[in-house]
């Protein structure tokens, strides 16, 4: 193995992007030494580099959605060996909140995420802590198991986790980039019915219908709610995801829910949330939900579902850059160039 490794690193200063020659890190006590083979990039990315998402460092290595192999293995690591396929999760429990204290790693208070609070996988190498991998089973993609540790985990457990979604509900996806496709496909998984995406790109729209979407409408259609009404029986929606995160799709997905219907905000921005009015709101017993994340068993669910052939993420895929033009691959998911719903780096 060579002495250095190359490297992103964003300036959170000066909000400049460059390419470094690194020290290949050393893995700690409980952690383990990955050499990457995809990392994505992600719209939260995006956002620190646009200055929306506060730095938690002065220079970081960006990139949290990855995949790799174990090239070496700190004291104290049980249960992984070299060579072994992995995914890495995207954050890390701080080890001092008093969900930490009592052992709820997961559910911690001041969780550290990763290629923000500590260097992310825009690497050749990312040491990740042992006790938050996912092992890749030997017949997933790894450019799709890199997928799994938040593009589709956070998707996955706004559905099962905070949506709660069962079998027989009226979905409503509004935005369906790329969490809202993987919305799509899960909320279909998970039994609902009818599954409606909800979209201003015509491209977007006809890539859901593909993937599962029952019935696809513009959101600026005048008659959408007349269209949701049909398409429901009369039923409206159960369960409606905002995964833009504005005011206008947020209002829309209340708007149109059923009696007792669920609105998940999974989609982020610094804007205001509108409710509509609290007579429509109230006298319907509407419920407004936020979601941010997952837990890590999410990942290891996803991937036997990826092993089984049970999802197929195939066309999530939308480009592979290598990792000396990661800044071509951040141009293109900025300006949503050929309309992708992940673009992969690949050191």
């Known amino acids: ?42 719209q939260s990315d995006l956002s620190l580099i646009d200055g929306h998402f506060p730095a938690s460092l002065p220079v970081v290595t960006q990139g949290h959605e990855a995949s790799g192999t174990i090239v070496s293995i700190g004291p104290g690591v049980h249960g992984w ?21 009592r052992g709820a790693f997961t559910d911690c208070l001041d969780l550290q995420l990763m290629a923000f609070a500590y260097d992310g996988a825009w690497a050749e190498y990312h040491v990740a802590q042992a006790a938050g991998l996912t092992r890749v089973p030997d017949n997933v993609d790894m450019r799709q198991a890199a997928l799994l540790a938040d593009a589709v ?3 996955f457990a706004a559905v099962v986790r905070t949506a709660q979604v069962h079998v027989g509900n009226a979905i409503g996806v509004w935005g369906v980039g790329g969490v809202g496709t ?71 997905c209340i708007e149109f829910l059923d009696t007792n219907g669920v609105a998940v905000s999974v989609g982020l921005s610094e804007q205001n949330i509108d409710a509509g009015p609290f ?54 998911l900025a300006t949503k160039a050929g309309n992708p719903i992940r673009i992969l780096v690949q050191p």
Do not use: W
């Open 81 to 101: 060996a070299v060579d072994d396929r992995v995914i890495p999760s995207a954050g890390r429990p701080c080890g001092r909140c008093r969900a930490c204290r």
């Open 1 to 42: 193995m060579a002495a250095t490794m190359l490297a992103e690193r964003f300036d959170t200063r000066s909000r400049k992007i460059s390419l470094e020659e690194l020290p290949i890190p050393d893995p700690g006590p409980g952690e383990v030494l990955i050499k990457v083979a995809y990392c994505g990039i992600c």
């Open 153 to 155: 985990s956070t998707p």
């Open 182 to 252: 993987h919305l799509v496909q899960l909320a279909r998984l998970a039994g609902g019915v009818p599954i409606i995406a909800v979209d201003l790109n015509d491209a977007a729209l006809e890539r859901a219908a593909r993937l599962g979407a029952d019935h696809t409408f513009r959101a600026d259609d005048p008659d959408l709610a007349a269209k949701i009404e049909e398409a429901t029986g009369g039923r409206m929606i159960d369960v409606a995801f905002d995964a833009v995160g504005v005011p206008q799709t947020v209002r829309q």
């Open 279 to 332: 007579l429509d709101f109230n006298v319907k017993r509407k419920q407004l939900r936020g979601h941010l994340g997952y837990k890590s068993q999410d990942i290891a669910v996803l991937a036997e579902m990826l092993s089984y052939g049970r999802l197929d993420l195939s066309e999530s895929i939308s480009r592979v850059v290598p990792l000396a033009q990661v800044q071509d691959g951040i141009e293109a």
